[in-house]
């Protein structure tokens, strides 16, 4: 009860030190038990006690007597020293400022920790986007090539003209130098973000959400085994990401 007035701060104090995630922060406050050396002898309620047995002994002439126990554990006889409230809070304050210390030491080493896995994945991630770019040329002649046959098997007399311009729409559609540049730039502000400083957790997770949708789309035109392993394993691997993220102030 006597903190409960500096909530407010301790509340304040965890908000400054922690931007993101949640922190459940328990202090507790044990008086010291009666009896200790905090505590003080009411000289008072003793002399109250000594004029009571002596007038119940002038009437109860063989009455027990009273033991130095019996008047210690009277109530109100020992007395807890008052608390200086201000010094308590002070007290209070100071050992959450130092646990706070703690908490963001070690979550500075995890964060280097997690630095290092993040940049790890982005590379691999890289490579794979890469890899689809390097091979989306090729992978255009085969569906070129597939359309062509498909249609002359089904089309006789389809005049060359319109059937270039019919290629043309399908292949635009299957197109996929659009994500994957996309891709490309996401992953070099994800690498640019992860060597800033300050909180970086929120644009993080907003990078991943855009490497994830552009990475689905690209799955949804993948019409090549080559491509479709490749976005596989880059959603695999994004997904790893957008796990770790969370733990990222």
Not at 58 to 67: K, M
Not at 98 to 122: F, P, Y
């Amino acid at each position: 009860e006597e903190l409960r007035a500096a909530e407010p701060t301790f509340r304040q104090s965890i908000a400054n030190a922690v931007k993101r995630g949640r922190i459940d922060a328990i202090l507790h406050y044990q008086p010291l038990a009666s009896g200790t050396a905090d505590n003080h002898l009411d000289h008072a309620e003793v002399r109250r006690l000594a004029q009571w047995q002596a007038e119940v002994r002038s009437v109860i002439v063989d009455a027990v007597p009273l033991r130095t126990a019996d008047i210690l554990r009277w109530p109100g006889v020992l007395g807890a020293s008052s608390v200086n409230v201000d010094r308590l809070r002070e007290q209070a304050l100071e050992l959450l400022k130092k646990t706070l210390a703690a908490v963001l030491s070690n979550r500075q080493r995890e964060g280097e920790k997690l630095a290092g896995i993040l940049r790890e994945h982005l590379l691999a991630a890289r490579g794979l986007v890469q890899h689809a770019k390097k091979n989306w040329p090729a992978v255009e002649a085969h569906l070129r090539s597939r359309l062509e046959e498909r249609i002359v098997e089904f089309v006789e007399k389809l005049d060359p003209g319109r059937l270039e311009q019919e290629m043309v729409l399908l292949l635009s559609k299957a197109d996929i130098r659009e994500e994957v540049d996309r891709l490309l730039l996401h992953l070099e502000e994800s690498e640019r973000v992860l060597g800033g400083d300050g909180p970086i957790g929120r644009r993080l997770d907003f990078l991943m959400q855009e490497l994830h949708r552009e990475a689905n789309t690209l799955g949804s035109k993948s019409a090549h085994p080559t491509m479709t392993a490749a976005c596989v394993d880059l959603k695999v691997l994004i997904e790893q990401m957008r796990e770790q993220v969370q733990n990222v102030e």
